[in-house]
Nanobody, 118 residues
Framework: QVQLWESGGGSVQPGGSLRLSCRASTSIFSLNTIDWYRQAPGKQRDMVATVTIDGIIRYADSVNGRFTISRDSAKNTVYLQMNSLNPEDTAVYLC????????????WGQGTQVTVSS
């Protein structure tokens, strides 16, 4: 089973920045996609950023222009740089990976808390 470890969460003021890290137990190029999701209290879990094995990147409209996803293959790590944070970004952020066919299974990290408040 693929294991994922998130880190980098914390508490910041509006307008601040954080960088989240997701380290995988396997090469990130053995994974079809690596994604960042977030879930706030009382809300559904939503995808915020994704990168495919061939480097295609997409963002949710709510974070586009503020968040940046990137990869460091030597460290088996994917990052999420979050700038211009606002209180609506407060959530548990989870790293997720989709394995390749035929299994096509989704794996999840434990999550890291991000809190944005004045």
């Amino acid at each position: 089973q693929v294991q994922l470890w998130e880190s980098g969460g914390g508490s910041v003021q509006p307008g601040g920045s954080l960088r989240l890290s997701c380290r995988a137990s396997t090469s990130i190029f053995s994974l079809n996609t690596i994604d960042w999701y977030r879930q706030a209290p009382g809300k559904q879990r939503d995808m915020v950023a994704t990168v495919t094995i061939d480097g295609i990147i997409r963002y949710a409209d709510s974070v586009n222009g503020r968040f940046t996803i990137s990869r460091d293959s030597a460290k088996n790590t994917v990052y999420l740089q979050m700038n211009s944070l606002n209180p609506e970004d407060t959530a548990v952020y989870l790293c997720s990976a989709l394995t390749m066919a035929p299994d096509s299974r989704r794996h999840w990290g434990q999550g890291t808390q991000v809190t944005v408040s004045s």
